[in-house]
DNA sequence: TTTATTAAAGTTTTT
DNA sequence: CTTTAATAAA
């Protein structure tokens, strides 16, 4: 029995919900097809509506639910932006609304707010002092240009003097090598996150060093200096970082009062997924999208906020209701996929945390006659011995499937051990977390090649690839970099976004290095090699353009500087075969950028390096819990539960109480992944410990429930 | 002055 | 294992 509802229209946007016109035949049950709560969030009225969905409640569903019945009430769907934080996400989303309403969702705005502010950035780059073409840096290449930035500023230099007779050496500095020279001046990677915290969270350089950095306090001028200098620097080179693509947007849409305007009109229902993880520049994104008409429905759990550290601010949710009066507050309770004795184990943890919404978390599932297992192991290696018998036998006896069973760990080191016995015991598996496939040395050098001929001021990709050339260091790069700006073929290139007639004629002339010499001609052809004058943008397709690197120079340095070559290579034939999906080449670039390992349709065996078989093999999971956040298995494992690694230490050091309850949230998050079985794991003694005990003590979280909630396992050595 | 080689130390979480 | 710092060599 279908049955159709009306929105009420905002009063201030009465006009905008006009319908259109082709009249879309949608035939759910929205009553029959969801549960009370889900069924009154999906429907709302339009205006803001707060949707708290609990763990495993069914938040997806909703989510896919509340777009089909927009466009069932007749909402284009590209009036319609679905932002989410993970390309996985996004994804899944897209796929469970095109089975719900087929064919009727094409044109849907959808992705992470990184990849949509990319796509508005591409449009209106120009705007900004940009241009089209811009280069996105990942965090790598944005450490490298860090780096670059503070060795010329000179800042070091100085630091050291005026530091010296400050204060007496540390006792710290007798062990280990000598004093370092370079004084206090923070590292490119330490500076680049104290940059990006003020960035994400909207707070002035100086405050962030206050609250958290207290041992910069004297270097502030300097280091906001760099900051500058940093951002002058990407612009110049055309290109922007992950931050960027937030901060830029913003920036676009702040001061542009009729691009502003434009983009209201065009998202008139704005839906956002995981909002407990969104930060100041995300939720401003949020709120200039949506100013004109206010139809915002953000949906998130606030107990599994885990992304502090990157800026989100878990405030947003709990003051959802202040910043938008008025505003709908919905709770979706019921939870579909734990065994009751997960969840009650899951709900009394997180009830030790303060600050939150109270939820009652009630599970639909019946029991199945199973506690969580508390699992005391001796050591490591015991750990990893005891995951990978039992996951043996549970394939082997109770028939589940690899894949349904996965291993969540804090941090990736923790999955080392598992990761050798898993391989020893000829177990598959795929790691989801670690070096993500497109960040890996030989990938990037490949692609900074077209990085640098997509976008001729990319000077962190050309500072890469001529790094390349023997007898080039980073002094003779930069040379070359500088004699590269000055050739007026080259910024004409840069400008018109056509890349030269020839390479080589530009190149050969620079001076290199004797060493270089050869090399740096044979680079000018191969080149040459990527230009198509018949073609649009004037270059070969990118897999054309990646061969020719891999075949005419980068194919026999592989062979030269690494012991492990050949599997280099594949990985390198594997990124051919990618980069044949896309004719764009810019389009290709930045779609490589945002993607991460969890969407990496290569998973590869971390421990040797070799290729796994399929991407949808059957295989166990071994993920870090942030990334495991939104998917489910049957039997999870959860490793090193001891106190200092989770909660990890130096959260509770940097963090206080508040650290502590994030760390209890994600400890929550791993929890609730669990549909049927639950392990947790921690070993008593760490014979490789760098320093400090290596004994080990049991995680706090595992007293934070009532120890009848769980069985305790006694595990016999061999 | 710049590059190549070798030795040592340090590991959170991600778009 | 990967990054970084110190040292040797060009």
Request: proline share 5%; with cysteine; hydrophobic share 40%.
């Amino acid at each position: 029995m279908a049955r159709t509802y009306q929105l009420n229209p905002e009063p201030g946007a009465a006009g905008s919900l006009g319908p259109t016109s082709t009249e879309p035949v949608i035939e759910i049950d929205f009553r029959a097809e969801l549960n009370d709560q889900q069924h009154a969030a999906v429907t709302a009225a339009a205006g803001q509506t707060l949707v708290i969905a609990g763990a495993g409640s069914g938040k997806t569903r909703t989510l896919t639910y509340r777009v089909a019945y927009l466009l069932a009430n007749a909402i284009a769907p590209d009036n319609i932006l679905l932002l989410t934080f993970t390309n996985k996400a996004a994804r899944e989303m897209i796929e469970r609304v095109n089975h719900l309403v087929p064919g009727q969702a094409a044109g849907l705005w959808s992705g992470t707010f990184h990849s949509i502010g990319n796509r508005l950035l591409r449009l209106h780059a120009d705007a900004l002092g940009f241009t089209r073409q811009f280069s996105i840096l990942d965090s790598d290449d944005a450490k490298q240009l860090l780096t670059t930035v503070i060795d010329q500023s000179g800042v070091t230099r100085e630091t050291a003097n005026s530091k010296k007779d400050a204060t007496g050496p540390s006792p710290a500095l007798k062990r280990g090598r000598k004093k370092s020279e370079a004084g206090d001046f923070p590292k490119a990677q330490a500076l680049g996150g104290l940059i990006s915290l003020a960035t994400n969270t909207g707070t002035p350089i100086e405050e962030i060093i206050l609250k958290r950095f207290g041992y910069f306090e004297e270097l502030t001028e300097k280091i906001r200096q760099v900051a500058v200098l940093y951002t002058q620097r990407k612009k110049n080179a055309n290109s922007m970082d992950f931050d960027d693509l937030l901060a830029l947007t913003v920036k676009l849409l702040r001061e542009n009062e009729s691009l502003r305007n434009y983009y209201q009109r065009q998202f008139q229902f704005i839906l956002v997924d995981e909002y407990q993880d969104t930060n100041a520049l995300q939720s401003e994104m949020i709120d200039l999208l949506a100013g004109g008409h206010g139809n915002i429905m953000v949906v998130g759990d606030d107990a599994q906020s885990i992304y502090s550290w990157r800026g989100a601010n878990f405030e947003n949710i709990l003051k959802f209701a202040d910043r938008y009066p008025g505003a709908q507050i919905h709770k979706i309770e019921t939870n579909y996929r734990s065994v009751p004795e997960v969840l009650a184990l899951a709900n009394e943890s997180i009830a030790a945390n303060r600050r939150q919404f109270r939820k009652n978390l009630v599970a639909a599932r019946p029991s199945l006659g199973m506690k969580p297992a508390l699992v005391r192991l001796d050591t490591p290696s015991m750990q990893a011995a005891f995951v990978s018998q039992r996951l043996k036998d549970l394939h082997e006896n109770e028939g589940i499937a690899w894949n349904e069973m996965a291993i969540l760990y804090r941090a990736h080191f923790q999955s080392m051990d598992v990761q050798m016995q898993l391989t020893q015991d000829r177990i598959p598996f795929v790691i989801t977390s670690g070096l993500r496939f497109f960040e890996q040395a030989h990938v990037k050098d490949a692609i900074a090649f077209l990085k640098w001929a997509a976008n001729p001021l990319d000077e962190v990709s050309f500072d890469r690839a001529v790094r390349l050339l023997p007898g080039v260091g980073p002094g003779a790069a930069s040379k070359l970099w500088q004699a590269w700006l000055k050739i007026p073929d080259a910024a004409a290139a840069a400008s018109t976004g056509r890349p030269p007639t020839s390479y080589s004629a530009l190149l050969t002339p620079l001076k290199v290095p004797p060493k270089a010499q050869p090399t740096w001609i044979q680079l000018g052809h191969i080149l040459d090699e990527f230009l198509d004058p018949s073609s649009d943008t004037g270059f070969h397709p990118p897999s054309a353009m990646l061969t020719s690197v891999i075949e005419g120079f980068y194919g026999d340095y592989l062979l030269q500087s690494f012991d492990n070559a050949r599997e280099r290579k594949q990985d390198l034939d594997q990124l051919t075969v990618f980069s044949e999906r896309y004719d764009d080449l810019a389009t290709m670039l930045a779609e490589l950028a945002l993607l991460t390992n969890a969407d990496d349709t290569s998973p590869r065996d971390g421990s040797q390096g070799r290729r796994k078989q399929q991407p949808n093999d059957d295989a166990v999971a071994l993920t870090s819990i942030h990334q495991a956040k939104g998917l489910e298995w049957k039997v999870v494992f959860l490793i090193w539960l001891t106190e200092g690694m989770f909660p990890n230490a130096r959260v509770i050091d940097e963090g206080g109480p508040e650290g502590l309850e994030e760390e209890r949230r994600l400890f929550y998050v791993g929890v609730t992944r669990a549909m049927d079985q639950l392990y947790l794991c921690y070993p008593e003694f760490w014979p490789k410990a760098y320093s400090g005990d290596a004994f080990q003590i049991p995680s706090s979280f595992l007293h934070d429930f009532d120890p009848a909630r769980v069985e305790e396992w006694n595990i016999r050595g061999f």
